[in-house]
């Protein structure tokens, strides 16, 4: 489905099969001399065909076009490869790039969420299953790296940059002032909670992702553009509820290990309250079961570093106390 929003810039609604966001909004600005396209979805033939019949009925040739991505997860990035031509430049970001670089696979992933409590045979079926490995694509084009504050221009627009990390380490949206307009890829989402996980050591993301919430707060935005479902209006809103949640779940965190001393992420996880349509923990979807333990430590990282919890053990499997 095409969707004229303001002059010159369209939304193409990207099915995402088999997965509960159902699609992505990809957000075309047709301008000369070369259009500008903001995310693509999975690698998978759907999507390749509704992309290619969005752009035809927009009237765009590829070939004048570049693509901006907003960050690395397979649903935004994924047909990159199919779409690029010679002549196209693709923006993305320094941090999501390097690990795209360094990429060595689920393995390390996989070792700290056993080492998080999660069981390693189901974590492997889920993964075997996620379309990320299934639809993802070998990514290795090269790239127009773009920082927090450089301008993309297309047409009437006038894009700048905003570095806002939390769902991942170098999430880019980008802003159009004149417009008030924010493409907000997974920043903001309306109705569903952006996904903040953690799986290394080295990060802390719900801590970042609370700080660019401030960010964009602080900023004169009329509309969002979200990469899934519907745009609004009420940014300000939408960002302290956002905040409202995560901060809620913090003390939920708390709670549950002041009542029970201990307990591993994934244990942790399987005490917290998630909108799923299951009976319990035990009826949870092995890939529900690694998003939870995953947003369940990035909650565990940031009240460790705040220092109101800390590691009763480390191994084999890193348990959580409050001080």
């Known amino acids: 489905m095409i969707e ?3 002059p010159d810039l369209f939304r193409v609604k990207i099915p995402l099969p088999d997965t509960p966001l159902k699609y992505l909004n990809s957000y075309v600005i047709r301008a000369e001399p070369r259009s500008l396209i903001v995310d693509t979805g ?5 999507c390749f065909e509704a992309m290619q019949a969005g752009l035809a009925e927009i009237g765009l040739d590829m070939s004048k076009a570049d693509l901006f991505i907003t960050h690395m997860h397979a649903d935004h990035f994924g047909l990159v490869t199919r779409m690029a031509t010679d002549s196209t430049q693709v923006f993305f970001n320094r941090l999501d790039a390097e690990i795209i670089e360094n990429w060595q696979g689920f393995e390390p992933m996989i070792q700290y969420a056993v080492k998080s409590g999660l069981p390693e045979g189901a974590l492997r079926k889920a993964l075997d299953r996620h379309p990320a490995r299934k639809f993802g694509t070998d990514w290795r084009p090269p790239l127009q790296i773009l920082s927090d504050g450089h301008q993309v221009n297309a047409g009437r627009y006038r ?6 990390p939390g769902h991942t380490q170098g999430h880019m949206c980008l802003y159009e002032p004149a417009h008030k307009i924010l493409i907000a890829g997974d920043h903001l989402l309306i109705d569903i909670t952006p996904n903040i996980q953690c799986w290394s050591e080295d990060d802390d993301p719900l801590n970042s992702y609370m700080a660019s919430l401030d960010k964009v707060r602080a900023m004169d935005i009329a509309r969002v553009l979200p990469g899934h479902r519907r745009l609004f209006d009420d940014c300000h809103r939408r960002v302290d509820e956002l905040k409202t949640h995560h901060e809620h779940r913090l003390e939920e965190v708390m709670e549950i ?7 591993s992420a994934f244990e942790t996880a399987s005490f917290m309250t998630w909108d799923i349509a299951a009976e319990n923990w035990d009826a949870f979807p092995p890939a529900q079961k690694w998003f939870a333990t995953g947003e369940a430590i990035s909650h565990l990282r940031y009240l460790e570093n705040k220092n109101r919890i800390f590691r009763k053990t480390e191994d084999p499997v890193i348990t959580y106390a409050v001080k």
């Open 4 to 6: 004229e929003i303001v």
């Open 159 to 164: 894009f700048t940059c905003v570095h806002t």
């Open 42 to 46: 999975l690698n998978h033939d759907v």
């Open 257 to 263: 290990l002041v009542a029970q001393p201990g307990l």
